[in-house]
């Protein structure tokens, strides 16, 4: 995160004076010269980071404070070599070879500012050193005193030659650098990592999601996807427990990242309330763009029954050493909801579905909804958990077969609707808590919209709210990608519990449950199998995305490293 304006501005004036205090003390310049010359410097650069923000406004990066962060960085790799120079001076007494420490630097800042500028503004190296030129320049001008400047580039020939020599060097081999890392992985990639680069920092730090969702798309595959939905309807209420059929991601903002919340309202609009889960699709099944979600949104119709269906088993649990599934039979098609908390698990793969699927149809049963709790924080499904998962279904689907169903009554409230405050690890979707009423008993679900949850925090809530006598038959979440990759954590996003207190999340269920149940009312359902076409990332692209990135990094690293040493190497030479 970068640092707020009036920040920014302090570390400009911070960094002005660091500029020029070396050069002060060694140049022997008068205190009144330090502190005019700190002033202008301060000054100059706000007004040059003004024209350089107003030059590259076509770009939805460019802002006051990351042009001034550009600046600051430069001009901090500019003092580097003003400090190296001071202890040669300390060791030699040279003053022009002091002074060539300054132009060096400057040189120095030149080759950062045009690698960044490359990187992220333009496509050309010429417009990129064009602009990376103007603020050392006018900046060296105000550091050095202009008759000791001028007497430098005229009595100094010695000295000035290998200066600029060394200077124009450094600039060379960034630009070879550049050329080198442009035509890296491209075959990978598809386009230049720059543009690569561009688009994904356009996305990733002003929502600027065209070209890289463009990107995606071009190297995406058409998918048939099925979503389920149970409509439930009372007296007043239309109530929608939505199974996707796509999964969210990538990143925020880019495709399905939000698709759970843009679900809820989608289906707000038709007069739904409605809770979103989590399939067993993998990141497969991202959608590519806004176009995409805004296609697949619109796939989302309920079409109208004539027999809707009135009873429903009450829900049942089985439990194994380290998976449960609990269930519910609505008619003749089970929805089951798997976990392996408190062990935790990553998504549960696709496998699992197909196998439960099978046992489904073989047992009977009309259709399934096969939802992944996604409420335990741990590592990829391992193949001993997989069959774990499979064969606790299959005790629970043999189970469903054989219970009786009853009339119930239904109740939905979501955290929105009260305004609870929850942190970053909630989702603009918040929290749903679903109730059901069978024979005097009320059960209910948790779904909310967030990634994960933190390991045997589920547990605890559990609890928790049966010490209040509520009963959960599962606490679930959307899987959300609203904060992903943009949170202060190693995982890249925050579980649900991780920023806001367990403590709160309990009072806030207890709280949201003794309001809905005293709206209880009769319902009845129908239950639906949409099908949409949608186009997704394709894995093979994304593998490939994901070795050519890697690619660019390691050589950027390694070349990097090289130029690194080269400059160094150059700048002790100028100092012998």
């Given at each position: 995160?970068?640092?707020?304006?009036?920040t920014?501005?302090?570390?400009?004036?911070?960094?002005s004076?660091?500029l020029?205090s070396?050069?002060?003390?060694?140049l022997?310049v008068t205190?009144?010269?330090?502190?005019?010359?700190?002033v202008?410097i301060?000054?100059?650069l706000?007004?040059?980071?003004?024209?350089e923000q107003?030059?590259?406004?076509?770009?939805?990066i460019?802002?006051?404070?990351?042009?001034?962060?550009l600046?600051?960085?430069?001009i901090?790799?500019?003092?580097?070599f003003?400090?190296?120079?001071s202890?040669?001076?300390?060791?030699?007494?040279?003053?022009?070879n002091?002074?060539?420490?300054?132009?060096?630097?400057?040189f120095?800042?030149i080759?950062?500012?045009?690698?960044?500028?490359?990187?992220?503004?333009?496509d050309?190296?010429i417009?990129?050193?064009?602009?990376?030129?103007?603020?050392?320049?006018i900046?060296?001008?105000?550091?050095?005193?202009?008759?000791?400047l001028?007497?430098?580039?005229?009595n100094?020939?010695?000295?000035?030659?290998p200066?600029?020599?060394?200077?124009?060097s450094?600039i060379?081999?960034?630009?070879i650098?550049?050329?080198t890392l442009?035509?890296?992985?491209?075959e990978?990639?598809?386009?230049?990592?720059?543009?690569?680069?561009r688009?994904?920092?356009?996305?990733?730090?002003?929502d600027d999601?065209?070209?890289l969702e463009?990107i995606?798309t071009?190297?995406?595959?058409?998918?048939?996807t099925?979503?389920k939905?149970?409509?439930l309807?009372?007296?007043?209420?239309?109530?929608?427990l939505?199974?996707?059929?796509?999964?969210?991601?990538?990143i925020?903002?880019?495709?399905?990242?939000?698709?759970?919340y843009q679900i809820?309202?989608?289906?707000?609009?038709?007069?739904y309330?409605t809770?979103?889960f989590?399939?067993?699709?993998?990141?497969?099944?991202?959608?590519?763009s806004?176009?995409e979600?805004?296609r697949?949104?619109?796939?989302?119709?309920?079409?109208e029954?004539?027999?809707?269906?009135?009873?429903?088993s009450?829900?049942?649990?089985?439990?194994?050493?380290?998976?449960?599934?609990?269930?519910?039979?609505?008619?003749?098609?089970?929805?089951?909801?798997?976990?392996l908390?408190?062990?935790?698990?990553?998504?549960?793969p696709?496998?699992?579905?197909e196998?439960?699927?099978?046992?489904?149809?073989?047992?009977?049963?009309?259709?399934?909804?096969?939802?992944?709790?996604?409420?335990?924080?741990?590592?990829?499904v391992?193949?001993?958990?997989?069959d774990e998962?499979?064969?606790?279904?299959?005790e629970l689907?043999?189970?469903?077969k054989?219970?009786?169903?009853?009339?119930?009554d239904i109740s939905?409230i979501?955290?929105?609707?009260?305004?609870?405050?929850f942190?970053?690890d909630v989702?603009p979707?918040?929290?749903s808590l679903?109730?059901l009423k069978?024979?005097?008993?009320?059960f209910?679900?948790?779904?909310?919209d967030?990634n994960?949850?933190?390991?045997?925090?589920?547990?605890?809530?559990?609890n928790?709210?049966?010490?209040n006598?509520?009963?959960?038959i599962?606490?679930?979440?959307?899987d959300?990608?609203?904060?992903?990759?943009?949170?202060?954590?190693?995982?890249?996003y925050?579980?649900?519990?991780?920023?806001t207190?367990?403590?709160?999340?309990?009072?806030y269920?207890?709280?949201?449950?003794?309001?809905a149940?005293?709206?209880?009312?009769?319902?009845?359902y129908?239950?639906?199998?949409?099908?949409?076409?949608?186009?997704t990332i394709n894995?093979?692209s994304?593998s490939k995305y994901?070795i050519g990135v890697?690619t660019?990094m390691?050589?950027?690293?390694?070349?990097?490293?090289?130029?690194?040493?080269?400059t160094?190497?150059?700048?002790t030479i100028?100092?012998i």
């Amino acid at each position: 995160t970068l640092p707020n304006t009036q920040t920014t501005l302090g570390l400009i004036i911070l960094i002005s004076v660091a500029l020029l205090s070396i050069p002060s003390i060694i140049l022997e310049v008068t205190t009144e010269y330090f502190i005019s010359r700190s002033v202008i410097i301060s000054l100059s650069l706000v007004l040059m980071i003004r024209i350089e923000q107003k030059i590259l406004s076509k770009n939805s990066i460019s802002n006051f404070r990351r042009i001034a962060s550009l600046n600051i960085f430069s001009i901090m790799i500019w003092l580097v070599f003003i400090l190296l120079g001071s202890l040669f001076y300390i060791l030699t007494s040279k003053v022009d070879n002091f002074i060539s420490s300054i132009v060096i630097g400057m040189f120095s800042s030149i080759s950062i500012r045009t690698l960044i500028l490359r990187s992220v503004f333009y496509d050309s190296i010429i417009k990129s050193t064009i602009i990376a030129l103007t603020v050392p320049l006018i900046t060296l001008l105000l550091i050095i005193p202009y008759e000791i400047l001028i007497n430098f580039h005229i009595n100094s020939i010695t000295v000035i030659t290998p200066t600029y020599f060394i200077g124009i060097s450094i600039i060379s081999l960034l630009i070879i650098y550049i050329r080198t890392l442009a035509n890296t992985s491209v075959e990978q990639l598809k386009i230049s990592p720059f543009k690569f680069l561009r688009a994904f920092a356009k996305a990733w730090s002003s929502d600027d999601i065209d070209e890289l969702e463009q990107i995606i798309t071009d190297n995406s595959k058409e998918n048939n996807t099925t979503t389920k939905i149970i409509e439930l309807t009372t007296n007043k209420d239309k109530i929608s427990l939505v199974l996707p059929g796509v999964h969210p991601g990538p990143i925020y903002p880019v495709g399905s990242s939000n698709i759970p919340y843009q679900i809820q309202e989608e289906l707000l609009l038709k007069g739904y309330k409605t809770a979103v889960f989590h399939g067993m699709n993998s990141h497969e099944f991202n959608l590519t763009s806004k176009y995409e979600v805004r296609r697949y949104l619109s796939s989302l119709v309920m079409k109208e029954h004539n027999n809707k269906h009135n009873t429903t088993s009450k829900p049942y649990k089985i439990k194994s050493k380290n998976a449960t599934a609990s269930g519910i039979l609505f008619n003749n098609t089970p929805l089951i909801i798997l976990t392996l908390s408190p062990k935790g698990s990553d998504d549960i793969p696709e496998i699992v579905e197909e196998k439960v699927r099978e046992i489904s149809e073989d047992l009977g049963f009309k259709d399934i909804i096969l939802i992944d709790s996604h409420n335990s924080e741990g590592d990829i499904v391992d193949e001993e958990d997989v069959d774990e998962l499979i064969n606790t279904t299959r005790e629970l689907l043999n189970k469903l077969k054989k219970v009786k169903q009853y009339s119930f009554d239904i109740s939905y409230i979501n955290s929105n609707q009260l305004n609870l405050k929850f942190r970053e690890d909630v989702g603009p979707g918040g929290i749903s808590l679903f109730l059901l009423k069978i024979e005097n008993k009320i059960f209910g679900i948790i779904i909310a919209d967030a990634n994960n949850i933190i390991n045997k925090y589920r547990e605890i809530i559990i609890n928790e709210l049966l010490n209040n006598k509520k009963e959960i038959i599962e606490i679930c979440t959307s899987d959300t990608h609203v904060t992903a990759g943009k949170i202060k954590s190693k995982k890249g996003y925050l579980s649900l519990g991780e920023a806001t207190e367990i403590s709160k999340l309990t009072k806030y269920f207890i709280e949201m449950w003794e309001i809905a149940e005293r709206d209880m009312d009769r319902a009845e359902y129908n239950i639906h199998s949409i099908e949409s076409r949608v186009n997704t990332i394709n894995d093979e692209s994304f593998s490939k995305y994901y070795i050519g990135v890697k690619t660019v990094m390691k050589k950027a690293k390694n070349n990097g490293i090289l130029v690194t040493i080269a400059t160094l190497l150059l700048f002790t030479i100028s100092q012998i």
